[in-house]
């Protein structure tokens, strides 16, 4: 358990003592005043680690993650770091002079983008995600002491804004390969927060347990982890996908909506490869009409322009609402039972509410609002507004793609 003396903070989350390397060196890791992890007065004192988990599983903080790597350890052969950035170049603006050798093996880039080593990329890998176009998702390297450890780092920020969910699938992957081959430290800067997600979020899959379930088992090893709110939110969207980050989830589609939103509120071009597939081309929907006849109730309903009957979605491309819920109906809403996604009644909406997809030219041109037309009639079909539309229900959907009922007709193929 962590040390006596602790204090709390206003979560309640409890701190210990404070690593001795960690606050010897405080003063020298203020070097880049565009990155706030190195120079947040919350990390003036950490308390004392690592902390074994589970077997060939630690908890750390930047500092232990200092020592492994210059001067090698008995124990543990693989790190993950969940850092600001993903270089190891981090450490040494941290801690002026300390420089460890580094042998690339790979970085895995969003959309596979130029300079990618290793000629993999993160679908190659299976790793789909709403993260950019061009992205690093991952760096992959040997490091430290004679080039023995297996290092992974991921950019990922300290704030409950940042998109945790996304990364799970690759961080988890790495944890599970390396206590398979020997010991893993998973770090961030105080080992309180982004560790902690990560290392909670391998306890619900691996062991079936709840968020609550699980961040209670990780205080038995370590009792200080508090991950931000905005983690927590996430991980409680993991445990709702049982247990994996499923994109065909109207919880993930919700979440990936509001990533969107906030790309585009931040003045990035949100890219067509992040956009639903045209459920109206042949190649779309070819395995739809393929599928067996006697597949009966298994047939796919689909939404088609009245004027023209071309299919502009599919049931798969509805992302639901809470009916009456405001501006927070895009946002994580705890719940006692049941899935709140479903009880949206119908004939209260006048429209249907769609995540973007490829047909909508006027979207991906990057206007802020504007008319949805039929790519292949130019039949008015409804209207979009990253600032968001309320629906007739009472809804205020943001980021919002918005058919109206009268404007299409509902069939299955």
Known sequence: MCTSHATHNKKGCSFGGADKLLLSTRKEGRKREGDPELR???????????????????????????????????EITHILS???????????????????????????????????????????????????????????EYAGKDL???????????????????????????????????????????????????????LMRTEHLSQEDAIESLRQSCEFVCPNDGFLDQLKMFEKMNFKVDHASPIYKRFRLKVLGESYNRGEKIDSSKFGADPG??????????????????????????????????????????????????GWHKRKSGNPFNNCDESECSSIFVEPLRWMTAVEEGALEGKLSCVHCEARLGYFNWSGIQCSCGSWITPAFQLHKGRVDMSTI
Request: aromatic share 8%.
């Open 148 to 202: 023995k450890l297996v290092r992974m780092a991921v950019p990922l920020r300290d704030m409950e804004s940042e998109d945790l969910l996304d990364y799970l699938d690759v961080c988890l992957d790495f944890i599970d390969k390396s206590r398979k081959q020997g010991s893993v430290l998973v770090h961030c800067f105080a080992g309180v927060s982004r560790s902690a997600a990560i290392i909670t979020a391998y």
């Open 82 to 140: 969940v850092l600001s950035s993903a270089s190891i170049s981090f450490f040494s603006e941290w801690r002026s002079g300390l420089t460890f050798p580094t042998k690339e093996i790979k970085k895995v880039y969003v959309g596979g983008s130029e300079g990618a080593s290793a000629s993999e990329d993160d679908s190659a890998h299976g790793y789909n995600t709403s993260l950019s176009t061009g992205k690093l998702l991952c760096l992959l």
């Open 40 to 74: 947040s007065p919350e990390y003036s004192e950490f308390p004392v680690m690592p902390y074994l988990v589970r077997e060939n599983l630690f908890i750390g903080n930047i500092g232990d993650a200092a020592e492994v790597l210059q001067n090698g350890s008995g």
């Open 281 to 330: 081309m042949p190649t779309e929907v070819s395995s739809v009409v393929e599928a067996p006849s006697n597949a009966g109730s298994n047939c796919t309903p689909v939404y088609r322009c009245k004027k023209c009957r071309r299919i502009v979605a599919t049931q798969e491309n509805i992302v639901d609402h809470i009916p009456g819920e405001g501006e927070t109906s895009f």
